[in-house]
């Protein structure tokens, strides 16, 4: 058996085709969905990301603002930076590139954007809404794992999924997504003992840890789903993730690639999210 690859690319072109027929409509009714941008230092991979999130804007039909700062910027400066930005009726949603320069308070300055603009999903609003059930903007990442699910049509009720890593921006959330679709959900860390044993439980495995082959063909259970959020280098340089792709694909049903499967996702969350910012000023 052969997995089957969940496409982030194929996944991303088709609902951008969506978002940017939603925008058009919207644009009929006087509103252009307008994402912010702050960047802070030169941070190489923070800048690649960056232009990749303003061609995205651009591709859509969206306004997108970036605002370059040097390093060496106040916190007190970046801070009334957002505040200008919370109060531009033109902006619906603010993102500021992470990791800051280590002088600046990272969580203070999310905290500091308006959750109606908070379209990374990292305020603690939108961590609450996620809980509780509410509704509420989804960390982008987190989400476009739960897109990927829904595509090949799986139904998490009653499944087992394990979750390796439980950083805020996509471990912790991705188990309250996955709780919401009533799976029964296992969050796994650096902390847990006999990670295989947790492993080959698992109907739905994904991996977020940043670390080269967390996941080998014989942790995984056959015919699982494998979400592979992990971005990595191979000995060659080459981009990869955080499972044994040519291993695990062996035993699973689906697995998504690395590049190509989650990375383009997280993007096009972003702007699903700025354009349901559009959306509701109006309401």
């Known amino acids: 058996m052969s997995a089957q690859l969940i496409s982030g690319v194929d996944l991303s072109r088709q609902m951008r085709q969506r978002i940017k027929e939603q925008t058009a409509l919207l644009q009929t009714k006087g509103v252009t969905p307008g994402l912010a941008v702050i960047l802070v230092g030169e941070d190489p991979a923070s800048q690649v990301y960056v232009r990749n999130k303003v061609k995205a804007c651009e591709e859509v039909g969206f306004h997108s603002r970036l605002e370059r700062h040097p390093a060496q910027l106040s916190e007190a400066e970046l801070l009334e930076r957002v505040a200008a ?6 902006t619906h949603g603010i993102l500021v590139q992470l990791p800051l320069p280590a002088h600046l308070n990272a969580q203070r300055v999310i905290e500091a954007i308006s ?21 509420g903007f989804w960390p982008c990442t987190p989400h476009g794992c ?11 009720r009653g499944r087992h999924a394990v979750v390796i890593g439980r950083s805020n921006i996509v471990g912790k959330p991705m188990a309250m997504m996955l709780l919401q679709q009533d799976a029964t959900v296992t969050l796994c860390h650096s902390a847990t003992q006999d990670l295989a044993s947790h492993v080959r439980q698992a109907d739905v495995v994904v991996s977020a840890v940043g670390r080269r082959n967390v996941v080998t063909a014989d942790m995984v259970k056959p015919g699982a789903v494998v979400i592979d959020v ?8 080459k981009l990869c993730g955080d499972v044994d792709f040519e291993g695990v694909r062996q035993v699973a049903s689906y697995i998504t690639p690395v590049p190509g499967g989650v990375g383009p996702m997280t993007i096009t969350m972003l702007l699903d999210n700025t354009l349901q910012a559009a959306q509701r000023s109006l309401s």
């Open 146 to 156: 739960m897109k990927m699910l829904e595509s090949i049509g799986y139904k998490l």
């Open 115 to 135: 959750p109606d603009k908070d379209v990374d999903g990292f305020h603690v609003s939108s961590a609450g809404a996620l809980m509780t059930g509410l509704p």
């Open 230 to 237: 992990g971005m990595n280098r191979d000995d060659q340089g």
């Open 85 to 90: 930005l919370n109060g531009d009726p033109g």
